[in-house]
């Protein structure tokens, strides 16, 4: 493991740095970045604790957010190629048809690959596995991501299907 820093109480977040207790009446102060002071800066939020390790600094922040009022609801039901949102006034499908071609093309490459070298080749797949995996995930990213906020511009609350137990029907 290595060695790390965890605090919950006694810091402060001034003057654009990290000012950490270190002793009596002794404190050390860690520079931020510019953008880190200008998010920190924002109204109702709050440092609850931070992780420092060697190289990196992870502030844990917590953000009041306003209740809204929904005027209706949504439901999603996710298939293999589509997305489907809606209520009984608009129903909006989204196509993920492309992440299917994405994992199959992705497959077809790697199973084209005639290495003998197992080290190689694994790392060739995984560099392609995880090409595969930002892809697909950028393309259900840009889909939530017009959801939610026609949800939050038509003050709606999204419903998502329980599929708990799915496998026993």
């Known amino acids: 493991m290595h060695p790390q820093i965890t605090a919950f109480r006694g810091f402060k977040v001034e003057g654009g740095a990290l000012r950490v207790p ?25 440092v609850r604790s931070f992780t420092m390790t060697q190289t990196t600094l992870s502030l844990c922040i917590v953000k009041d957010a306003t209740e809204i ?13 589509n ?4 209520n009984e006034n608009r129903v909006v499908r989204y196509n993920l048809s492309n992440s299917v071609r994405i994992a199959e093309t992705t ?16 790392r060739i ?11 697909i995930q950028h393309l259900l990213h840009n889909a939530r991501k017009k959801i939610v906020d026609g949800a939050y511009k ?11 137990g799915i496998g026993r029907l």
């Open 22 to 46: 270190v002793g009596r009446r002794r404190f050390e102060r860690i520079p931020l970045t510019t953008h880190t002071v200008s998010i920190l800066s924002l109204p109702k939020l709050v």
């Open 69 to 81: 009022d929904c005027a209706e609801a949504i439901g999603v039901d996710r298939n293999l190629r």
């Open 83 to 86: 997305l489907t949102v809606g």
């Open 107 to 122: 497959a077809e490459v790697v199973g084209s690959f005639k290495r003998n070298d197992s080290r190689i080749r694994k």
């Open 125 to 135: 797949t995984s560099k392609y596995g995880l090409r595969r995996r930002d892809r």
């Open 154 to 164: 038509d003050k709606q609350a999204i419903i998502l299907e329980n599929i708990e």
